[in-house]
């Protein structure tokens, strides 16, 4: 070929020097933009669909709803396998598509193909809820809310009304559990004795309750010259209003449900129990979406923490009492030492074999010179740095400098011949070009296949593959550009062998 990558950039060395600075700051940039992570992203296409339907049995759900439900989405494309099941009144089915699939769009489909048979589930049937399923490894923290003045019941009612709702706004937080406290519900204590009297059953209240309490679609009318929705609304807004309901008896006479029982706006039965040095109190977990980094979703809840108890009663406190943050940040941290620590190891036994200051330095900068903009890649492929990226930079800085090593050794070789640094340069190049891209090629030809693994151990596996594949072209690149240019300006001339003698 007339054109030398090697030589160009021994003849040119402004050009060499401004695109290793670019990649420098590009990388740098982006370094710091990465998230942290304890292990690689893993998208596992999966949509629940959760249908509750107070009272009815197993074998009524399964033929009402489950079915119905099943062939709505069983003509999705995509789809590897369909499971559902049935307990008393409730119908779970779940969906599993085929990995690679978009998970928003399965999401949105499922969705969709819901809706057009609401219609066809039974009236007392509570809203499908059509859920992705998250894979993001349980929870990120653990928050307790405590107070001195305040009972379970009130803290209870504070998590699900005001915390829950500010804290999933923040990005990347998917849901917000409520451990121990307990569930509002507004109770309808029938007493016998009136039953009894009006000769009505506790069923047959039950069954009236569930048939007027809800909001009914009632089609499209012409309101004014435009068309308009039309809905029935039957639900009760207040426990008075609920109070106020007609109950029909079987004589046909209507009498207040207040008149059969007491109804309270109160809380469940306590099932669970939340304690902080001995006090009871009301504690969330907060667990981050797919694709989402656990430190930055972890530092976004800290803020809005933050803001949320400047909001809160006096009496109100929020204690973190458990963060997988910290562990990441620490193996984080331990990582990049050990990192650091080989680099610097490495450019030291590279000095005691060439023993020349000019020498290792130019080979040591083969190590940012490649990893550095190994960084950019990894932004850009929407990586973060967790175990296994960093891992694939700890395996390769070995590798990194072997290029280097090799093209400087030659260099050395033929300024031993009694060349000029700038003619050695050129000159060892030629030699070592294809050599050096030889050795890339066989790395990269062990790595790369890692990445396209199938299945989710392709998914946990690529961005180590890649993350080492790339760095060694980088270091490629550094060897055939880099460093033959700084050789050939700053490398010192040697006598030729014997010359010393003769002299």
Known sequence: ?????????????????????????????????????????????????????????????????????????????????????????????????????????????????????????????????????????????????????????ELSDLVDRTINRALLTVPGVAQIDRLGGVDREVRVDLDPSRLQAYGITATQVNDQIRNFNINLPGGRGNVGGSEQNIRTLGSAKT??????????????????????????????????????????????????????????????????????????????????????????????????????????????SVGLFLRDWRATLITGTALPLSIIPTFGVMKLLGYTLNGMTLLALALAVGNLVDDAICMIENIDQHLQMGKKPFQAALDATQELGLAVVATTATIVAVFIPVAF???????????????????????????CTMTPMLSAYLLKSKKRKGAGEQG
């Open 1 to 153: 070929m007339s054109f030398h990558v090697s030589a160009w950039s021994i003849k040119k060395p402004v050009p060499t020097i401004v695109m290793f600075l670019i990649l420098g700051i590009f990388g740098m940039m982006s370094f710091f933009g990465l998230g942290i992570d304890s292990n690689p992203n893993i998208d596992i296409p999966a949509v629940m669909i959760t249908v509750t339907q107070p009272g009815a049995g197993p074998t009524e759900l399964e033929t009402q709803v489950t079915k119905k439900v099943e062939d709505a989405v069983a003509g999705l494309g995509n789809i590897d396998d369909l499971t559902s099941t049935v307990t008393e009144g409730s119908s779970v089915t779940t969906i599993n598509f085929v990995l690679g699939t978009n998970s928003d769009r399965a999401t949105n489909d499922v969705r969709n193909a819901v809706a057009q048979i609401r219609q066809d589930l039974p009236q007392d049937a509570n809203e499908p809820i059509v859920q992705r399923l998250e894979f993001a490894g349980g929870s990120v923290m653990t928050y307790a809310v405590a107070s001195e003045k305040r009972s379970v019941e």
């Open 239 to 348: 426990v008075e209003d609920l109070k106020s309901y007609r109950i029909v008896l079987p004589d046909g006479a209507t009498v207040p449900l207040s008149s059969l029982g007491d109804v309270q706006d109160g809380f469940a039965e306590r099932r669970q129990a939340a304690l902080l040095n001995g006090q009871s109190v009301v504690a969330f977990s907060v667990l981050r979406s797919t694709g989402s980094t656990l430190v930055t979703v972890e530092e976004g809840v800290r803020k809005a923490v933050t803001e949320l108890q400047k909001t809160l009663p006096e009496d109100v406190r929020l204690e973190l009492i458990f963060t997988r943050a910290d562990a990441i940040r620490g193996s984080y941290q331990a990582t990049i030492d050990s990192l650091v620590l080989a680099c610097i190891l490495t450019v030291i």
């Open 453 to 479: 693994m199938g299945g989710i151990p392709g998914q946990f596996f690529q961005p180590f593959g890649v993350t080492v594949a790339v760095s060694t072209m980088f270091s490629t690149l550094v060897a």
